[in-house]
């Protein structure tokens, strides 16, 4: 089971495909976990989607550890499948939870809000990913060598 999930190809479009999702992804868990770059930190964004969303406070810092912890990983090429499936279930309720059912992010004119189009594309990348692996110069690469 181990082995199905290391398993990849030294692939240099998966690596950057990790590297990109990951680099896009990390700064916004950042905010969330370390409350830099404009984030609150993780007990306020934990208030904030409570009292916004109506979301759980564990299910809050499960997203928030899945976007720094696990794209960390992600980078590094560690487990990359099961970090991008994380990443993919957290898309899908951002999505569920946060879009206002707009395909584009409207902050112009009425009615504005958050469209899903961003949300899309990290889940493209993150099928790719499930798909295919860590790729090139990726952890799970040393480990299932190191396993045979």
Known sequence: MLKKLLKTEDSWVLLIARFTLGAVILPHGAQK????????????????FNNWFGIPSYLTFLVACAEF?????????????????????????????????HFFMNWYSEPRGEGFEFHLLAIGLTTIIMIGGSGRFSIDRLLLERMK
């Open 33 to 48: 976990i370390l409350g830099i770059w404009g984030g609150h930190g993780l007990p306020a964004t934990m208030d904030a």
């Open 69 to 101: 912890f696990g794209m960390i990983a992600l980078i590094l090429g560690l487990f990359s499948r099961f970090m991008a499936g994380s990443l993919a279930l957290v898309m899908l309720g951002a999505i569920y939870f946060v879009v206002n059912n």
